[in-house]
């Protein structure tokens, strides 16, 4: 079982800049595919970022391309969402996802991960 625990979430005005963390436990941390996704009352869960499990592909939602980063530091069991210029509209809970079995390139689906963290709330205030 992997456990994902996020955190880097908080209050922050449009403009402005956070980093989330996930960080994960077990040892097969580097063969997974991992993802950011986010879900504001009232709408859909939506992938934001994913990165495969060699980090050497990357995916962006049009609505964050340019301002997000998603990576990730194998040696650290961690994957990471560098969020810049952020506008009200960021804001969401935002959860990590990890999907097992070194899948080739990005997962960008919720149902195709394996586990979750518990998400962290961002509010972007105008």
């Known amino acids: 079982q992997v456990q994902l625990v996020e955190s880097g979430g908080g209050l922050v005005q449009a403009g402005g800049s956070l980093r989330l963390s996930c960080a994960a436990s077990?040892?097969?941390?580097?063969?997974?595919?991992m993802g950011w996704f986010r879900q504001a009352p009232g709408k859909e869960r939506e992938c934001v970022a994913a990165?495969?499990?060699?980090?050497?592909?990357?995916y962006y939602a049009d609505s964050v391309k340019g301002r997000f980063t998603i990576s990730r530091d194998n040696t650290k069991n961690a994957v990471y969402l560098q969020m810049i210029s952020l506008k009200p509209e960021d804001t969401a809970v935002y959860y990590c996802?990890?999907?097992?079995?070194?899948?080739?390139?990005?997962?960008?689906?919720?149902?195709?991960?394996?586990?979750w963290g518990q998400g962290t709330q961002v509010t972007v205030s105008s």
């Open positions: 077990g040892r097969t941390f580097s063969s997974y595919a």
């Open positions: 996802a990890a999907r097992r079995g070194r899948t080739t390139g990005v997962v960008t689906t919720d149902y195709e991960y394996d586990y």
């Open positions: 990165i495969s499990w060699s980090g050497g592909s990357t």
